[in-house]
C-alpha cells in the first residue's frame, strides 16, 4: 500500500516536472557536471545557478573508489531539491605484470596431516604415493623396499623448531617450512628421514612457488664397510628424491591461486602468483597470496577497479582444512572484470527490474513512463561497510513514454547502495544504504528528478543491487563449491564440497572457509 500510495503521487507530480523541467532560470537548481567518469583524484566538481549560490550545500561521501557528490537547496515551506554525481577515484589497481597480491589460500594442518595419514590429506595421499613409486626398490646395504611407516608433514617455523637450524642450512627459513618425518622400511635396515621444505617465493620470471628441499637420513651401521657402502649409494639422496616428487607435488598445486573460471563469451577470469612471501603458523597453517588478473577497457584506459590498502584478515580456525582471503581489491578486481567484459549488465537485464517494474499493476494503470534495462556506467566497487561491507554501483537508465522512444527519453543516473553480510549457508543479510535519482537534461547538466518515483520505489532497490551481490555470490560457488583441482603428481584430487563465507570484523576481507578433501582417481603415476 506504501509503494501504491507513492505511485499515486508520482502521478500528480509528472505533469507538473516537465514544465519544471523546462525552466532553466530563476531558483531550479542545475548542476553542471562536465568532469570525467573516473580519475586517479577526486575532480568531481559541478556549477550551480549563481541565483543558488549562496544556498547550495554541498557534501561528499568518500575519498576513494565510488564518490558521490551532492547538492543540495533548501527552500520555503521544508521543501528541499537535490542533485548527485558520481565519480571513480583512485589510487587504482594496474592491469598487465604481476598482479597485486590481495588474496591468499589458506592450507590448514587438518588438511596436511591429520595425525594419522588419512587418505584425504596430503599426507595419506603421498603415502600411497610413495609405496606404489618405491615398490620394487632394491639398494645395496639397504635391501629390498618393504614400506613407508609414520610419515608426518608439519608447517613449522624456526622459531619453534630449532634443532632444525643444520639441517635448514644457513639460508634459513624465514616464512616457515613443512617439516616431513618418515621412516622407510627396507628388509634389511629401516630408515628414518627427516626433511624440510622451504617455500620460495614466484618471481616476475618464473611467477610459480618452489620449495627448496634439504634432506637427511639417519644411517649409522657399525659395520664400516656397510656404511661405506651406503653412503655411495646415497640414501640422503633417497630422502630427496622422496621430498621433491611427491611431497613438493602436492604442496605446490594444493597452495596455488585457484584456477581460471570460465565466464560467459569464451572469457576466463584468472588468477596468479604474486610477489608476497608465503605465511606460515607453526603446526597450524600455510597461506600463499595471489592476485586477480585483469585487464582494461578499450578507449577508457582510467577506468580501472580502485585500490585499497589491505586490512588485516580473519585467523583461520584451527579445524581450517582449505580457506581463500580475498581483500578488497580482490573483490573490486572480481566485479570489474565481471563489469569490463559486459556480464554484470547481461546479469542484470536476467533479473529484469525494468519487466517487473514496468509490468506492475500500479504502474500500468497510473503512470505512462516506463524503464529501460538498467547499464550500469562504472565497475561496481565493494567497501567497509557499517554492517560489514557495503556494495555501491552507479548505473544508467533511460525514462519515457510506454514505447521509450529516443526523441521523447530521459537519461536518469541511478546510484545505489547496499550494506550486507554472510550469514550461514551462503545467504545474505541486506540493508538498502542508498538510492538516489538525477536526471541528464543534457549530458553534463544534472537536474532532480522523480523524487517521489525513487521514494515509492525505494524497496526496488534492494532488487537491483540483490542482482549485484546474487551474481557475486554465484561467482563464489561457481569457482569453489563442487570443483575438482588437480593435486599435481599425486593420485588425488582437491575436492570442495561447501563454502562458508563471511566478512571479517574490520569489513576489509571476505573470508571463504571451503569444506575440502583429497580424494582418489583412478589414473595411473608413473615417472
Known sequence: MKAGAGIVVVAAH???????????????????VATPLASEKLTLEGGVPDALADRVTVTVDGTAGLVRKRWHVGYRGGFAREVGATQLVGPFQQPGGQP??????????????????????????TLTLLDTQLAGLTLFALGTYQRVEHLSL???????????????????????????????????????????????????????????????????????????????????????????????????????????????????????????PIEIADHAW??????????????????????????????????????????????????????????LDDKLAEVGLDRSFNADPIVTEYLSIRLSPLRLALPPVVSAGPRGMRLAADARVAIGDDALEASHVTTGRVYGALDFHFTPGMGLAVDLGALELACERTPTTLVPCYGDLV???ADRGAEFHGALTAALGKLLTELFVDRHISAGQLPAEIAIHRVTPSVAANGGSLH????????????????
Open 286 to 343: 600455510g597461506a600463499l597470496p595471489f592476485g586477480v588478473e585483469i585487464g582494461t577497457v578499450p578507449h577508457q584506459a582510467a577506468i580501472l577497479p580502485p585500490h585499497v590498502p589491505s586490512r588485516p584478515r580473519a585467523v583461520p580456525s584451527p579445524h581450517t582444512t582449505l580457506a581463500i582471503d580475498l581483500d578488497l581489491d580482490a573483490l573490486n578486481a572480481l566485479l570489474f572484470e565481471l563489469w569490463r567484459t559486459g556480464i
Open 512 to 527: 571463504l572457509e571451503l569444506d575440502a578433501s583429497l580424494v582418489r582417481t583412478p589414473r595411473a603415476i608413473s615417472y
Open 100 to 125: 597485486a597480491c590481495s588474496g591468499r589460500v589458506v592450507v590448514g594442518q587438518e588438511l596436511l596431516d591429520d595425525g594419522v595419514a588419512s587418505p584425504g590429506t596430503i599426507a595419506g595421499a
Open 14 to 32: 509528472l505533469a507538473g516536472f516537465a514544465v519544471l523541467a523546462a525552466r532553466s532560470a530563476g531558483s531550479e537548481l542545475t548542476v553542471d
Open 154 to 276: 608439519r608447517w613449522a617455523r624456526l622459531e619453534t623448531q630449532w634443532f632444525d637450524r643444520a639441517l635448514v642450512g644457513p639460508s634459513g627459513a624465514p616464512h616457515g617450512y613443512v617439516r616431513a618425518t618418515a621412516t622407510v622400511v627396507f628388509d634389511r635396515v629401516a630408515v628414518p628421514i627427516v626433511m624440510a621444505l622451504i617455500p620460495e617465493a614466484p618471481t616476475p620470471l618464473t611467477r610459480e612457488l618452489h620449495f627448496r628441499t634439504a634432506a637427511f637420513a639417519n644411517l649409522d651401521f657399525d659395520n664400516r664397510v656397510v656404511q661405506w657402502a651406503s653412503d655411495k649409494v646415497g640414501a640422503d639422496k633417497l630422502a630427496t628424491r622422496l621430498a621433491n616428487q611427491q611431497i613438493d607435488a602436492g604442496l605446490v598445486t594444493t597452495l596455488a591461486p585457484p584456477p581460471p573460471l570460465r565466464l560467459a563469451h569464451g572469457l576466463e577470469l584468472r588468477f596468479a602468483y604474486c610477489a608476497d
Open 455 to 457: 521514494s515509492a520505489i
